[in-house]
DNA sequence: AACTCAGTCAACCGCCCTCAG
DNA sequence: CCTGAGGGCGGTTGACTGAGT
């Protein structure tokens, strides 16, 4: 069931603000405030506009101290590192970056960023594919084929900041995953093996057979194809690998505490434990961060925080900010992608957001918290 | 110069959440 | 507890712009 407009669409003018509604509103909104009620504020002050239309001029546009476009470096980094923990909740990332608005953030990383990021990833695997003359991999690498989601999305920046590459990485080592349910296992499997088979298929955009006679130009989306299935594993259609099971594995990641009691049983893989994995140099050592209860009290008994909580309890990331910023900067700044600076990558920085985001508070509950890398 | 196309970004849409009555 | 109004937010749209041909 839906519900009824907040206003008269067919009555109120849209489109982009005149400099003479502009004035009218921030003047009214400076002297009086918003009254509380967007609704009626356009009422009060003789604008034909949807209230809504006018808090978001207000919030995107007229408030003071807006900063648009020239992203620094510092925030592409935060963003990213903030965009692979939490994933789109823009709101929550712009509360971070003081003078920016969720909307910015979000067309910034639409346009930009993610292309930015992903793109440089892409155009590496794709040079390898033609140097090792894998002719399947040249032809679908121009195919404009892709499968994606927010979830896949994520998982693969996650992947690269943890050098996927490695043979004996965590997302291509199951013996180092943690323990999670056997459908997710699942998932994992089939999603990293079809990552790892047909990596360029990842990320590019495609024409939707649905497109919109409209506007066929805007019809790009990125979605799972036809070339895309004949590369995936025949069953792998039928796990499609969600936000919520991306939240699952990171949580589970964040919450094992020794690696006797979390990971799952390991193959017989010629290595008797994580930590011989670990020094035989196949994972960065384990970086156990403990977290004080003081920094992770933001959480209110219902599990929402108040917008200046948000703010004054995720300056934690400034701490994290600087651990993510070299190697994010190589991937910024390499012209090829480089697996040993990816290898650098310190996620406890990504680790440690997403235990805040899972916010809104999942967990967190008492003492203090071991987060194991 | 005219046209096409892709990129950008302000604005809109509609769903979800909160809260007052 | 239920309902509806308002706010918040993420996803999407479409006008605009500039580069390429």
Redesign the pocket.
């Known amino acids: 069931m839906?519900?009824?407009?907040?206003c008269d669409?067919a009555s109120v003018?849209?489109?982009?603000?005149s400099a003479e509604e502009d004035a009218k509103l921030k003047d009214y909104i400076e002297k009086n405030g918003?009254?509380?009620?967007?609704?009626?504020?356009p009422q009060k002050i003789g604008l034909n506009?949807?209230?809504?239309?006018c808090?978001?001029?207000w919030?995107?546009?007229l408030r003071p101290n807006i900063k648009?476009?020239g992203f620094s470096e510092e925030e592409d980094n935060l963003i990213c590192s903030l965009y692979i923990s939490i994933?789109?909740?823009?709101?929550?990332?712009?509360a971070q970056l003081p003078g920016r608005?969720?909307?910015?953030i979000?067309?910034?990383w639409?346009?930009?960023l993610k292309?930015k990021l992903l793109g440089r990833r892409r155009q590496s695997l794709l040079n390898r594919s033609s140097t090792t003359g894998n002719a399947n991999s040249s032809n679908d690498a121009t195919s404009s084929q892709a499968l994606s989601s927010?979830a896949l999305e994520r998982l693969q920046l996650h992947m690269q900041l943890q050098n996927l590459q490695g043979p004996f990485s965590f997302y291509n080592n199951p013996a180092l995953w943690p323990k999670v349910p056997p459908l997710l296992n699942e998932k994992m499997t089939q999603t990293l093996k079809f990552l790892n088979e047909s990596p360029h298929l990842l990320m590019q955009?495609t024409l939707s057979n649905s497109s919109?006679p409209?506007?066929d130009?805007?019809?790009?989306?990125y979605e799972s194809s036809p070339a895309a299935s004949r590369s995936t594993p025949s069953d792998f259609a039928n796990l499609s690998f969600s936000d919520a099971d991306f939240n699952e594995l990171v949580n589970s990641m964040t919450n094992c505490v020794s690696s006797s009691d979390c990971y799952a049983p390991l193959p017989d893989i010629g290595v008797d434990s994580i930590d011989q994995l670990n020094r035989g140099q196949f994972l960065p050592d384990p970086l156990i961060q403990t977290v004080p209860d003081d920094s992770l009290n933001y959480k209110k008994s219902?599990?929402?925080m108040s917008?200046q909580n948000?703010v004054d309890e995720f300056d934690c990331f400034k701490d994290m900010d600087s651990n993510s910023r070299d190697t994010l900067q190589a991937l910024w700044h390499d012209d090829e992608y480089n697996a040993q600076s990816a290898s650098s990558w310190d996620s406890a920085s990504v680790l440690l957001c997403e235990g805040i985001s899972q916010d809104f508070g999942l967990r967190y509950s008492s003492g203090y918290k071991p987060t194991v890398l």
């Open positions: 839906g519900r009824a407009p907040c669409k003018k849209r489109g982009p603000w918003t009254g509380g009620n967007w609704i009626a504020l506009r949807c209230g809504k239309s808090r978001l001029r919030l995107n546009y648009h476009g994933g789109s909740r823009w709101s929550i990332i712009a608005t969720d909307n910015d979000k067309n910034y639409n346009t930009k292309k927010s955009p919109s409209k506007n130009q805007k019809a790009t989306t219902d599990g929402s917008q948000q």
